[in-house]
C-alpha cells in the first residue's frame, strides 16, 4: 500500500516554512530562528521516517493530475532517498549557520523565506517520479535561489544575478523543449529503473540522440559542465551559506541529480551506450574536470578558488554515470553525498575566515591556522578529502571511480582522475601550507572580536559537517552509510550485488 502523507509532508513542510517567515518581521528575530530550525529538524525527522518505512518495505508516494497527461509524481526510492538525506543535513547544518552569519544583516526574513522555498525545490527534485516533475520543481529551483545570490543588494551581486539568469533562463528553454518533444515521442511516463525509453529502442535513434543531448544542455547548466559553468564562479559575491547552499545542497547538486535520472531512468544506462551518447558525455565531464581544476590553480579569491574547484568535483558524478559499469555508478552516487559534506565544510569555513578576520582571499590567510585552529581543522578536512586522502569521504568516490574505470577497460579514466587529485593538491596543499605554517606578519584585514576562532554558532556546523566528511569515509561500509545506499542502488540498476 502506498502512504501519500509523507512525501506530501516532505515538500511542503519547507514550503510552509519559508512562507511563513515571509509574513514575520525582521525584527521578530526569535520566532524566524524557532520557525528555521523546526523546519529544519523536523525534515531530518521525516527523512528518517522514509528511511525506516523504505527498508521495511513501505511504499511511499502520490500523483496529483494537473491536465490530461500532465501528472505530478512524488514517489520515494532509493535514489530519492539518498539525496534527501543529504539535503536534510545539510539544511539543518547550513540553517544554524546563517542564523549566526546573518544576525546584523538587513532583510532576514526575505533571505530564510527564499532559503526555505530552495530546499522545497530541491526536495521536489529529489521526489520527482517522472520527468515533468523534476522540470517544474527544477525551474522553481532557479526562480527562488535567484534573490539570494543578489541579498546583498550590491552591483556586484545584481550584476552576478543577472549572469545566473542568463546561463539558467537559457538552460530552462532547452530543457522545456526537449521535455516537451520527449512527451511526443513517449507519452507520459514515470521514471522506470534501465529507462523507459529502451522500450523504443533504435528506431529513433537520431531523435533520441538529440533529444539526450536537450536534456544534458539543460540540466548541465546547474551541474556547471563546461561551457556551462559561467554562471557559478561569478556567484560567489553571495553570504557564504548561499555559496553553501549553491555549492552542496541545492543547484549544481540539483543538476547532477537530474542527470543521473536521465541516464539510468530515462534512457537506461546501456541503452544510452548502445546509442552511443555516453562517450561524449564522459569526455565533456572530464574535460570539465580538469578545466575546473586549471582556473581554481589561478584564482587568489578564496571563494572563486573553491567554486572552480566545485565545476570539477561535480563532473566526477557525471563521468562515473557515464562509465558504464556497476562500480563507477557507485562512486558518482555516493560521490553526490561525499562532495556536498566536503563543499559545505570548505565554504562555510571560508565564511567563518572572512566573518571573523576579514579574510577573501588565499595571500590573506598566513598564521590562520593558529589564530583559528577549529576553522582551519575543519577546512584541512574537506581539503584533504577533495584531494583523495583517506579516510576522508573523497578517497572512497575516487576508488570507485577508478576501480569501476579499470573495470570497463576505460583506463583514460584513471589518469583523468591522477591527474585531478594532482591539480586538487596544487591548489589545495599551498592553502594550508600558509595557514599553518607561514607565520603572521601584518593585522588581519578586518578582525571582529579577539575570542578563540569564530563564535561558536558558527563553529559548530563547521566541525559537524567535518565530522560527517571523516564519518562517511572511515565507516563507509557500515550499514546505511551513503556507500551502502550507492550499492543499493547499483542492484537495482544492474541486479549487481557486492
Known amino acids: 500500500m502506498t502512504d501519500p502523507w509523507i512525501p506530501l509532508a516532505a515538500v511542503g513542510l519547507p514550503f510552509l516554512t519559508g512562507i511563513a517567515i515571509f509574513m514575520l518581521d525582521d525584527r521578530q528575530v526569535v520566532l524566524r530562528s524557532l520557525l528555521n530550525l523546526f523546519g529544519a529538524f523536523a525534515k531530518l525527522v521525516l527523512v528518517g521516517v522514509m528511511l525506516w ?45 546563517a542564523i549566526g552569519y546573518l544576525e546584523n544583516a538587513s532583510h532576514r526574513s526575505r533571505f530564510f523565506g527564499f532559503f526555505s522555498l ?63 518533444w520527449l512527451y511526443v515521442l513517449a507519452g507520459p511516463r514515470d521514471f522506470v529503473a534501465g529507462g523507459f525509453l529502451r522500450e523504443l529502442g533504435t528506431d529513433h535513434r537520431f531523435a533520441l540522440i538529440l533529444l539526450f543531448a536537450g536534456l544534458i544542455a539543460g540540466f548541465g547548466v546547474k551541474a556547471a559542465l563546461f561551457p ?28 547532477a541529480f537530474a542527470i543521473i535520472r536521465v541516464v539510468y531512468d530515462v534512457f537506461g544506462v546501456e541503452f544510452a551506450d548502445t546509442l552511443g551518447v555516453l562517450g561524449p558525455l564522459a569526455v565533456m565531464a572530464a574535460f570539465t574536470i580538469l578545466y575546473g581544476s586549471f582556473r581554481a590553480l589561478t584564482q587568489d579569491e578564496l571563494k572563486k578558488r573553491l567554486a572552480y574547484s566545485t565545476v570539477s568535483q561535480i563532473s566526477y558524478i557525471i563521468l562515473g554515470v557515464a562509465v558504464l559499469g556497476p562500480l563507477s555508478t557507485i562512486g558518482a552516487l555516493v560521490h553526490l553525498v561525499n562532495q556536498g559534506l566536503m563543499k559545505i565544510t570548505l565554504f562555510l569555513t571560508a565564511g567563518n575566515l572572512a566573518e571573523t578576520l576579514g579574510v577573501h582571499y588565499v595571500h590573506e590567510m598566513d598564521g590562520a591556522g593558529r589564530r583559528m ?5 575543519a577546512f584541512t578536512v574537506g581539503a584533504l ?12 568516490t575516487k576508488i570507485y571511480l577508478g576501480t569501476g574505470a579499470a573495470e570497463s577497460g576505460q583506463w583514460w579514466v584513471i589518469v583523468v ?27 588581519w584585514p578586518r578582525e571582529h572580536g579577539t575570542g578563540f576562532d569564530a563564535k561558536a554558532v558558527l563553529l559548530v556546523p563547521v566541525l559537524f559537517s567535518a565530522a560527517f566528511a571523516v564519518g562517511v ?26
Open 53 to 97: 518505512g523504505v527498508a521495511n518495505g513501505r511504499d511511499y508516494g502520490v500523483r496529483l493530475a494537473i491536465a490530461p497527461g500532465l501528472d505530478v509524481a512524488l514517489n520515494v526510492d532509493a535514489l530519492a532517498l539518498l539525496f534527501i538525506t543529504l539535503s536534510a543535513i545539510l539544511w539543518a547544518l547550513t540553517t544554524v549557520y
Open 385 to 396: 578529502g577533495m584531494i583523495g586522502v583517506p579516510p576522508i569521504a573523497g578517497f572512497v
Open 473 to 498: 569515509g572511515l565507516f563507509a561500509d557500515t550499514p546505511l552509510s551513503p556507500l551502502k545506499w550507492a550499492k543499493l542502488i547499483s542492484r537495482q540498476e544492474f541486479g549487481y550485488a557486492q
Open 118 to 180: 530552495s530546499i522545497f525545490a530541491t526536495t521536489g527534485i529529489a521526489l520527482a517520479g517522472n520527468l515533468f516533475t523534476l522540470f517544474a520543481f527544477y525551474e522553481i529551483l532557479t526562480l527562488v535561489t535567484y534573490p539570494l545570490i543578489i541579498h546583498r543588494g550590491t552591483q556586484e551581486a545584481i550584476a552576478a544575478g543577472r549572469v545566473y539568469l542568463r546561463y539558467t533562463l537559457t538552460g530552462g528553454a532547452v530543457l522545456l523543449i526537449a521535455v516537451a
Open 373 to 377: 585552529p577549529l576553522t582551519m581543522t
Open 417 to 443: 582522475l591522477a591527474a585531478s587529485s594532482l591539480l586538487n593538491a596544487c591548489y589545495f596543499l599551498p592553502i594550508l601550507y600558509r595557514a599553518w605554517f607561514q607565520p603572521r606578519s601584518t593585522p
Open 228 to 255: 556551462l559553468h559561467g554562471w557559478l564562479p561569478v556567484a560567489m559575491v553571495a553570504p557564504a551559506p548561499v555559496s553553501a547552499l549553491l555549492h552542496a545542497v541545492a543547484v549544481v547538486k540539483a543538476g
